[in-house]
């Protein structure tokens, strides 16, 4: 399965007068969350896509015509009536309102930024418990991963807004199970990190407890961010990289 939360309050929007979420906002002739949605677009025909979102005004019925468009098959939705206290909390609790079994493997995912969409989303092994997508930054305003260092392809630390390496990630968090991330959220909660739930530091619960966890880097010319509103108006002075629909059929 491949969630997306979107009950965030998009402040940074709201707060320089844009009256609609990010995600609706008009980009390269569609949206904004068209391109972030078509990252998965080899996924398509045979994933489920879980949408978490808070109802502010048209925002179900844009979620289901806009995945009609882009000929999503199986879609989901979660509707929360409330901020949360994090995009752990967010996808946990929709996760429960979609009564999501505990095997389902998951995939979470950024509303606010785009990757070119390829023939399989990610390389995953079954040995790995949880795996993260990440690319060469600078800043410390990401999550970080810290590499095993022995070409294992492992990670050994995660963290937010802590730069302990340069490799950040897009925003892409796998679990090979909903039940191995309830159960890091569990204990993140029990023995929070930060203020807030973000997702990559639950990460670390599951490295402790033996749990192996793995990263695979990405370009980063095959990625497009969109989180901030000067992105955004930049980004609405170009030309889309690459199509919306791009790697749907094959």
């Known amino acids: 399965m491949i969630v997306f ?6 402040r940074r929007f709201t707060d320089v007068g844009y009256d609609v979420p990010k995600f609706q906002l008009p980009l390269w002739g569609g949206h904004v969350f ?7 677009a080899s ?7 879980l949408f978490i979102y808070r109802e502010t005004g048209g925002v179900r019925a844009f979620i289901e015509a806009r995945t ?14 409330f901020a949360t206290a994090g995009q752990a909390e967010t996808v946990e609790l929709g996760l429960d309102a979609a009564e999501v079994s505990y095997n389902t493997p998951l995939t979470i995912f950024n509303i606010d930024t785009f990757r070119r969409p390829e023939r399989s989303p990610f390389p995953l092994t079954s040995k790995l418990s949880g795996w993260l997508e990440v690319f060469h930054g600078e800043g ?6 810290k590499p095993a260092g022995d070409g294992s392809g492992l990670v050994t630390e995660t963290a937010e807004k802590v730069a302990i390496s340069d490799l950040c990630s897009d925003g892409l968090y796998h679990f090979a199970t909903a039940a191995l991330f309830r ?9 929070p990190s930060a203020a807030e739930l973000y997702i990559a ?8 407890n033996g749990h192996p966890v793995g990263y695979g880097e990405i370009a980063t010319q095959d990625l497009v961010f969109c989180g901030i509103p000067t992105e955004y108006e930049a980004l609405s002075g170009t030309h889309a990289p690459w199509a919306v629909r791009e790697g749907a059929e094959r």
Do not use: C
């Open 140 to 145: 410390e305003n990401w999550s970080f991963v």
């Open 201 to 208: 530091p639950i990460y670390n619960h599951l490295i402790a």
């Open 43 to 49: 996924s398509f025909e045979r994933t489920p896509f």
């Open 5 to 10: 939360p979107m009950a965030g309050l998009s």
């Open 34 to 40: 068209d391109y972030a949605v078509a990252s998965f």
């Open 183 to 191: 159960e890091a959220l569990a204990a993140e909660r029990a023995a």
């Open 68 to 81: 009609a468009v882009l000929g999503i098959k199986n879609v989901r939705f979660s509707q929360l009536g």
